[in-house]
């Protein structure tokens, strides 16, 4: 029953969060959504709920600091090329940028914290 809550969690809020556009959707004028931007998001948005119960579960505190600084670097590259680039529009290197930084570094994350558990030991 444990590990079905692992999947349960992330799919519910999932859900929940796109609930959001769909009645956007349904309700105002000019909201309009394609269904490949809801398959986008919901994968994107599973996914990260399923990391982060992973994570929580087997290696808390490395890679969840790993995952924490690597989404601040991210944010920090974006605020750069939005600033050296004004007109480009960044909104897929955004995305890549954040998702690609936060598993690099929740996995040096991990691997430090497995170095410093054998060090302990």
């Given amino acids: 029953m444990q590990n079905i809550n692992i999947i349960i969690r992330p799919l519910l809020l999932t859900i929940g969060i796109l609930l959001i556009p769909f009645f956007g959707n349904i309700y105002v004028d000019g909201w309009n959504w394609p269904w490949t931007a809801f398959a986008f ?3 994107v948005l599973f996914s990260a709920g399923l990391a982060y119960e ?3 579960k087997y290696a808390k505190t490395g890679v969840i600091s790993g995952f924490v600084f690597g989404e601040m670097v991210a944010g920090g590259v974006i605020a750069i ?4 680039n004004p ?4 909104a897929g290197v955004v ?3 954040f998702l690609i930084s936060g598993l690099f570094f929740a996995f040096v994350g991990y691997l430090i914290q497995k ?4 060090k302990r030991s």
């Fill in 41 to 43: 998001f919901g994968v």
């Fill in 54 to 56: 992973l994570a929580g």
């Fill in 81 to 84: 090329l939005r600033h050296l």
């Fill in 87 to 90: 007109n480009d529009d960044v």
């Fill in 95 to 97: 995305i890549i940028t």
């Fill in 115 to 118: 170095y410093l558990g054998k």
